[in-house]
């Protein structure tokens, strides 16, 4: 199994352009979430996603959009990008069957805007 | 809302010297706790989880969490580091957030430093 993939691992955005972050799971993980990192900071939650066609809000959801078409893709959507969105973003995947609530992490994307 | 509370930004340690790492989160219900370590330009990694059960985990690497309910902690520790435990270690709650789904809330993480 691959885990979790991301791509791209480096994007310089331009203010205003928007662009797509991929993530995608063979795990067959039936959640998905979409975190950022930012110094000192953390982790927080953008969106996260029960399963295919369920997609909810996390902490910071604001200037991102997200759809679940499928069990194993999940991706973020950032539609006029700002500098504010500069940071390590994370995709990850976990399952609730049988107790397993750990998540998986991707690789992540280091993503600039200026 | 739960939080999850790291004490120290950053540890610097020789090695061969014991660690342990601060962690608090409020929430009264039951929790599912996790211990995170993140390597240099390396995506998160599990080290250990606690659900149930005995409240001292022992999880990869030598690293050990106890699980102390009344005071709502879950301390990270080793008795001996090494240079290659360098690395942020971020302490994280998963709580039920409704109609099934669950949501993981991270500390800011600690910072540590291994000198050799």
């Known amino acids: 199994n691959a885990g979790v993939t991301q791509t791209p691992k480096f994007r310089i955005l331009k203010i205003g352009q928007s662009m797509t972050l991929q993530c995608t799971q063979d795990m067959n993980h039936n959640y998905m979430y979409w975190y950022r990192q930012d110094p000192g900071m953390g982790l927080k939650l953008i969106y996260y996603?029960?399963?295919?066609?369920?997609?909810d809000k996390g902490e910071v959801p604001n200037g991102y959009n997200v759809s679940r078409s499928t069990t194993e893709i999940f991706p973020l959507r950032l539609e006029l990008a700002a500098p504010s969105q500069t940071s390590v973003y994370f995709c990850?995947?976990?399952?609730?069957?049988?107790?397993?609530?750990?998540?998986?992490f991707g690789p992540g994307t280091r993503l600039t805007v200026t | 809302a739960q939080s999850v509370s790291q004490h120290n930004h950053h540890v610097i340690l020789s090695e061969a010297a014991s660690l342990e790492l601060g962690c608090n989160y409020s929430y009264g219900g039951t929790v599912n706790l996790f211990w995170y370590v993140q390597y240099p330009g390396q995506h998160l990694q599990l080290l250990l989880k606690?659900?149930?059960?005995?409240?001292l985990v022992k999880g990869i690497k030598g690293f050990e969490a106890e699980f102390i309910k009344s005071k709502f902690s879950f301390n990270l520790r080793k008795p001996s580091v090494q240079w290659s435990d360098t690395a942020e270690y971020f302490c994280?709650?998963?709580?039920?957030?409704?109609?099934?789904?669950?949501?993981?809330?991270f500390g800011k993480g600690t910072k540590l430093s291994v000198i050799p």
């Open positions: 990850a995947s976990s399952s609730v069957d049988r107790g397993l609530y750990e998540q998986y």
């Open positions: 996603s029960v399963g295919a066609g369920i997609t």
């Open positions: 606690y659900f149930s059960g005995d409240p």
């Open positions: 994280a709650v998963n709580v039920k957030a409704g109609a099934g789904s669950y949501q993981l809330t």
